[in-house]
C-alpha cells in the first residue's frame, strides 16, 4: 500500500453521511441522455461489435429507467470506503435482504476498521453466520489489520484494493465507484447481465475481457464525491445494477451465456455444508466454555448428530478429521493439547 490517494477511516462508519442524505431519485436523476451519452462516449466511435449509436441506446434505456427503478439500500447513503466495503464483500454471495440486516448488525460491532482489525477470529466469525462462504470473514479481518496496520488508511485505487486478501477486481470498483465516486470498470453479475442482454443478445459464452471494455468506457468519468447525479461513476452503476436485477425477473438470465458462468451445487449434504457446520459447532464449544476436550471423536459425534436431525447419513471419524485438517489450514481453527478450537 503505498502512500498516495488514501482516506483516513478512524471515525465511526455512520448508516448515513449527513452530507450524503438519500436524494429525492426524479430530482437526482435528471441529466438529458443526449448530454449523458457525449460526455461518457465522447471521442468512441465504435467498440468491438457494438456502434456507438448502439452504446447510446443503451445508455439512453439506462437513464430513462434508473427513476424507476432505484433501489434505497442503506450502504448507498454512505461514502465511508469501510461500511461500503463490508457491504460489497456481504453481496458477493448473500442475498439483498439478508445483507440488508446484517450489513447494520456488522457496523455496530464492528463500527471502524481498527475497531474489526482488533477483533478475535472467533467474533468475526460468529458476527458472520448465516452468511456463508466463512472465508469471506476471515479475508475482512485479515484486511483489516493490514489497513489498520497502515494507520487505518483506506486505499482509493483499485490498483491498490485488489492486492488485499479477498478484494477482486469487482469488489475493488464498487469501493471506488461508491466511496469516491471515481471512474471503474464494475463488472459483477447484475452487469454482466444487462450487457449480455442488451449488447450480445444472441451470443454464447460471451468472456468477461470483451465485456469489461463496455463497462469502462460506458462508466463516466470523476466526479465529486457526494454527487448523486446519473452522470457519475455512483449513480450510474447503481441504476446498472437495478436494472440487471429487474432483468433477471422478466427474462431468463442472460448470465447463463457468460464464459463465466457456473451453476451454484447445492448446499445442504456438501462438503461445503458440513465444513460450515463444524465451523459452527467449534464456535457453539467457545461460546458455552464446554469443558470437555473438543477432539476429533467429540467433533464428529456432534456433526453425525446434526446430521442425522437433518435426516442424512452420519459421517465418519476420518472425513470429520479431514474437514478440521481442511479449517486448520486455512486458518479457521488451531489444534493444541488434543483439542480443535477456533
Not at 476498521?113 to 467474533?123: E, G, N, S, W, Y
Not at 431468463?252 to 455444508?273: C, D, I, L, M, V
Request: charge should be neutral; glycine fraction near 4%.
Amino acid at each position: 500500500m503505498s502512500g498516495q490517494n488514501k482516506s483516513h477511516t478512524s471515525k465511526p462508519a455512520a448508516t448515513t453521511d449527513a452530507a450524503f442524505a438519500p436524494a429525492t431519485m426524479p430530482n437526482a436523476i435528471n441529466p438529458s441522455p443526449t448530454s449523458l451519452c457525449r460526455s461518457t462516449l465522447a471521442g468512441c466511435t465504435n467498440i468491438g461489435v457494438c456502434s456507438r449509436d448502439q452504446l447510446y441506446q443503451l445508455i439512453y434505456k439506462i437513464s430513462q429507467a434508473a427513476d424507476t427503478l432505484y433501489r434505497d439500500f442503506p450502504w448507498r447513503n454512505t461514502t465511508d470506503p469501510y461500511a461500503i466495503w463490508i457491504s460489497e464483500v456481504m453481496l458477493q454471495q448473500t442475498q439483498t435482504a439478508r445483507v440488508a440486516l446484517r450489513w447494520q448488525e456488522w457496523l455496530e460491532q464492528f463500527p471502524t476498521v481498527d475497531v474489526l482489525a482488533q477483533a478475535q477470529t472467533a467474533d468475526v466469525l460468529r458476527a458472520w453466520q448465516g452468511m456463508g462462504y466463512n472465508r469471506r470473514a476471515l479475508y475482512v479481518l485479515k484486511t483489516a489489520q493490514i489497513i489498520s496496520a497502515h494507520g487505518g488508511v483506506f486505499p482509493q485505487t483499485t490498483a491498490e484494493l485488489v492486492q488485499l486478501p479477498g478484494i477482486g477486481a469487482a469488489t475493488a470498483a464498487g469501493i471506488c465507484a461508491f466511496a469516491w465516486n471515481r471512474h471503474c470498470a464494475y463488472l459483477e453479475t447484475n452487469v454482466r447481465s444487462v450487457l449480455l442482454h442488451e449488447l450480445f443478445p444472441h451470443e454464447d459464452q460471451v468472456s468477461d475481457r470483451e465485456l469489461i471494455t463496455f463497462v469502462d468506457a460506458l462508466c463516466p468519468d470523476d466526479a465529486p464525491r457526494t454527487s448523486r447525479a446519473l452522470h457519475t461513476p455512483r449513480m450510474w452503476n447503481y441504476a446498472l445494477l437495478d436494472y440487471g436485477v429487474w432483468l433477471k425477473q422478466h427474462v431468463s438470465n442472460p448470465s447463463r451465456r457468460s464464459r463465466s458462468y457456473t451453476k451454484q451445487s447445492k448446499f445442504e449434504g456438501s462438503h461445503r455444508q458440513k465444513r460450515a457446520a463444524l465451523v459452527r459447532i467449534l464456535l457453539d464449544s467457545r461460546a458455552a466454555n464446554d469443558s470437555h476436550a473438543m477432539t476429533t471423536a467429540r467433533a464428529c459425534e456432534l456433526l453425525c448428530d446434526e446430521e442425522v436431525r437433518a435426516g442424512r447419513s452420519p459421517v465418519s471419524e476420518d472425513y470429520v478429521e479431514q474437514l478440521l485438517c481442511e479449517l486448520h489450514a486455512q486458518d479457521f481453527c488451531t489444534f493444541c493439547d488434543g483439542s480443535w478450537q477456533v
